[in-house]
């Protein structure tokens, strides 16, 4: 079983809050990482037709009759058992009583800020990362790109085609047709589309709504949905202007390159490399393996991009104390000059030392670059230790 980065940090936050809550996507591993870490625990899952049922009769009665310390698996089924949670661990007093997990973010956050602020600790696990998989992750970008990170694909030896078109036709249509009251779900399967499309790309709402025959409106709702599910992220802009005029619209990335594989219909990784999507498909995964090892490690992303009203971009900015560090991506395999121009530009107008700047490439090897750094993709997560 491959180690998860979360699990420290959950065990800790038992030994600190009443309830803690390990969200994250469907299939992400949260089962298994709770169950692993608390292997001795009373385990309950809220997916189960007859414990839903009971639960949804008689809240209080459920939640009084379980063991301290039980696991409640996709708390979100029932979540009004989080108010009556609240009264028990008051009377109860001390940490760990209640282990939760959740695949919906919305309905998950909601409840808590009304019952369980102060009292709860919040995580989020999401596909593996690269420093998770370690010897078991694919030697080749393409291959990685396409065949993601989510653990049953590693641990069950999935064809990864197969299985995301099974994830994506009992997970995706399903729950979030429910969430978000979809009428059309042909339409929806083309919205999931052109969202994968958009990878890295700037959110144009109408742009979307134009393509589809949708509103503004409900474009804004579908993303939500995508996102309220961690099957993506928007990545803001950082607006330390520099006597600049910047964009203000955020960019969309999906947390998986797998998922976005399935749904633009890319069955086999070979053709990967000399697809007009690739290079999106590249910066997709950089980013996403950084949002995430930032998601596990310290519980929240302190990532952005700059972009100025010419077009002048760096593709990921990381905000440390208010100083930033510029991070460019690029799929190709060989170094070039060209590729450190932004970054060096954008160095000289926030008075950064170039060793501030990393580049993320294609290649399989570390190198330096006129005092920048240049990391190899299998190797990403080493500039958030810059």
């Known amino acids: 079983m491959i180690k998860r980065t979360l699990e420290k940090r959950l065990a800790l936050d038992a030994g600190k809050y009443p309830v803690v809550a390990v969200t994250g996507p469907r299939q992400s591993g949260k089962t298994t990482l709770v169950t692993k870490v608390f292997p001795r625990r009373a385990y309950v899952s809220l997916e189960d037709p007859d414990t839903r049922g009971l639960a949804v009769e008689d809240p209080r009665g459920f939640i009084e009759g379980l063991e301290a310390g039980s696991i409640i698996d996709e708390i979100q089924r029932v979540p009004e058992l989080l108010s009556y949670m609240q009264t028990l ?82 997970y995706l249509e399903k729950d979030l047709k429910e969430s978000v009251d979809v009428l059309d779900l042909d339409n929806f399967r083309r919205f999931l589309a052109i969202a994968a499309s958009m990878c890295g790309q700037l959110v144009n709402l109408s742009e979307i709504g134009n393509m589809l025959g949708i509103s503004h409106n409900t474009v804004k709702a579908w993303l939500a949905a995508l996102e309220q599910s961690f099957l993506i992220f928007r990545l803001q802009p950082y607006h330390r202007n520099f006597r600049k005029r910047l964009v203000k619209t955020p960019k969309l990335y999906f947390y998986d390159t797998g998922l976005a594989c399935a749904l633009l219909r890319l069955r086999e990784p070979g053709s990967l490399r000399n697809h007009h999507f690739y290079g999106a498909l590249f910066e997709n995964m950089v980013m996403a393996e950084l949002q995430k090892e930032s998601l596990h490690r310290v519980g929240q992303s302190d990532l952005f991009f700059w972009r100025d009203h010419r077009g002048t971009e760096i593709d990921c900015i990381r905000d440390v104390g208010g ?39 294609g290649g399989d090897r570390a190198q330096q670059f006129q005092g920048s750094h240049a990391f190899e993709w299998s190797n990403a997560s080493r500039v958030l230790s810059l």
């Open 89 to 170: 661990v008051d009377q109860r007093r001390g940490p760990g009583q209640f282990i939760l997990t959740g695949s919906n973010q919305l309905l998950l956050m909601k409840h808590v800020s009304q019952s369980l602020a102060g009292r709860i600790s919040i995580l989020k696990l999401l596909p593996f990362t690269l420093s998770e998989l370690g010897k078991h992750a694919p030697s080749q970008a393409t291959d990685y790109i396409y065949t993601g990170a989510y653990p049953r694909i590693y641990d069950e030896k999935h064809n990864p085609s197969d299985w995301y078109l099974h994830y994506i036709e009992t």
């Open 323 to 361: 100083v930033p560090y510029p991070i460019e991506i690029k799929a190709s395999k060989t170094i070039r000059a060209d590729f450190f121009s932004n970054l060096h530009r954008f160095c000289e107008m926030a008075n950064l030392d170039p060793s501030s700047a990393a580049l993320v490439y």
